[in-house]
């Protein structure tokens, strides 16, 4: 009974063959095909920040972070954030002006903490064509660089057009890419697009001599919300703050054995 010792199943990850084992001469797939790790079923979504982009009220995301972060009950279980949100737009131009009707609140609040992620995340994936000013005068394109050869002049953030345009024109151009730009979805998470484009902002508030930051955004109210403008929907109690005063108990009266009271 050899199939007692070598299964005629194959295994996962396993590529090698058993003596015994006749898989591929007795089917129409091959072995080493059907090992490898396969896809998730189509509409599969990862756990994490799915549904966030809907909510347009900051206290609602806020909320949202909070409960998935299991801050809201003491039973709860933070999800792990995974950076993944759905996105349902298309890659046509059509599509490109529908996400910026659409698209305009940023979900998450302006801080310092995350304007400086977003310039490290710039520096990294944008300077080098758009500038550090966001002039779009990065290296690539500038006369530091003698070899610079570009079919296209990177776009100008601090033009009007793109001053005055939505954080859905943005956030498209980074998933999917424009012209000669390609698509940033494989190395920036959802919330670090997000993060990039605050930082784009603060830049444009610079050029234009207004704040943009984590107490003030006289850019645009429509572009951001300051985390100082954000409500707390939870507070906790650490050990280090006092506990609150107990209420005032009622004098009770003691009744002694002689039947009078004190």
Known sequence: MPDMAHSVAYES????Y?????WDSASVFKRRDLSNPG???NGTIPRGYAGISYLQDPAAQAMLMAHMRGATGVNEIAVPINGNVPYYYKDTPEERVRASAE?????????AKGLAQG???YDVFCNICHGAAGNGLGYIVSEENLKAAYPAQPANFLQDTFLNSSNGRFY????????????YTDKLSYEERWQVIHYIRSLQAK????????NVNTLNPAYGV???????????MTDNQPAPDAAPQQEKQQTTTDGSHQ
């Open 13 to 16: 990850n396993v590529y090698g």
């Open 119 to 121: 310039k490290e995340l």
């Open 18 to 22: 058993y003596h015994y084992n006749t």
């Open 172 to 183: 498209h151009a980074i998933v999917y890419g424009l012209n000669v730009m390609g698509g």
């Open 207 to 214: 050029e234009k001599k207004l704040v943009y930051d984590e």
């Open 39 to 41: 896809l998730p079923v």
């Open 226 to 236: 300051p985390a100082s403008k954000v409500r707390p929907v939870a507070q906790t």
């Open 103 to 111: 698209i305009n609140v940023n979900p998450f609040p302006i801080t």
